[in-house]
């Protein structure tokens, strides 16, 4: 079965500082990859997705992601961050043609002046 | 275009009463799922459902009841609710996904305690 590590529970940024997640998952295939945002109190968004081709994805709201098979991550940068950015982050994974997500347990994000 | 709305926002239970979650979609989706959100835990996927009269289940079914007897609705059902199930319940819709996998919408939760 498939599973996603976020090894990050909680990251705090200045604002206008770059921005790393970390997204790291198990599967036998090149699975689907996803990232989604949940600020406070709504339900989740979806920044962005892989399924083939370039390894480099953009999203969103400025954000961008990285599939490195090698290392079986799928890391999501921002360039400089906003206060409106401060939100939670759940990197999730499904396996090829399948609708099945397995969600990692989120990041947040604090945005400090 | 409301997009996924979800009925109630909130709810207090005593244990073993039940109580019915409503999910609503205006998008036409074909599937509809149903997660629940713990602390620590992310998402799992409680039941999902590929179309009108269609329901499966996902990673954590047990206690939990579903029926998707209009395209746009998919209710949740919790016959004797318990402590375990007080939770964030989120529904979601999509597409049929095909090869490039299908976008999910999320609707904006209903927080549910059971004391």
């Known amino acids: 079965a498939q599973s996603v590590t976020q090894p990050d529970i909680h990251i705090t940024v200045s604002e206008g500082a770059s921005l790393e997640l970390r997204c790291n998952y198990s599967?036998?295939?090149?699975?689907?990859l996803f990232w989604y945002v949940q600020s406070p109190g709504q339900g989740l968004q979806l920044l962005l997705k892989?399924?083939?081709?370039?390894?480099l994805v953009q999203g969103i709201k400025g954000f961008e992601a990285e599939f490195k098979r090698s290392q079986s991550s799928f890391n999501l940068r921002k360039p400089s961050v906003h206060w409106s950015d401060a939100a939670e982050y759940f990197c999730?994974?499904?396996?090829?043609?399948?609708?099945?997500?397995?969600f990692g347990t989120g990041t947040r994000l604090t945005i400090i002046p | 275009n409301a997009g996924v709305t979800q009925t109630p926002k909130f709810r207090v239970l005593k244990t073993g009463q039940s109580m019915t979650l409503l999910c609503a979609q205006d998008?036409?989706?074909?599937?509809m799922y149903w997660y629940r959100q713990d602390p620590g835990m992310g998402l799992r996927l409680i039941h999902y459902?590929?179309?009108?009269?269609?329901?499966a289940k996902g990673e954590v079914p047990d206690g939990y009841n579903v029926s998707r007897l209009k395209k746009q609705n998919f209710l949740l059902g919790l016959e004797s609710a318990a402590p375990s199930q007080t939770s964030v319940y989120f529904c979601?819709?999509?597409?049929?996904?095909?090869?490039?996998?299908?976008?999910?919408?999320f609707g904006p939760g209903t927080r549910l305690t059971v004391l």
């Open positions: 979601a819709s999509s597409y049929s996904p095909g090869l490039a996998g299908a976008d999910k919408y």
């Open positions: 599967y036998g295939a090149t699975p689907y």
């Open positions: 892989y399924f083939s081709g370039d390894t």
């Open positions: 999730a994974v499904a396996p090829f043609g399948n609708e099945k997500l397995t």
């Open positions: 998008m036409n989706h074909e599937y």
């Open positions: 459902s590929v179309g009108e009269g269609t329901t």
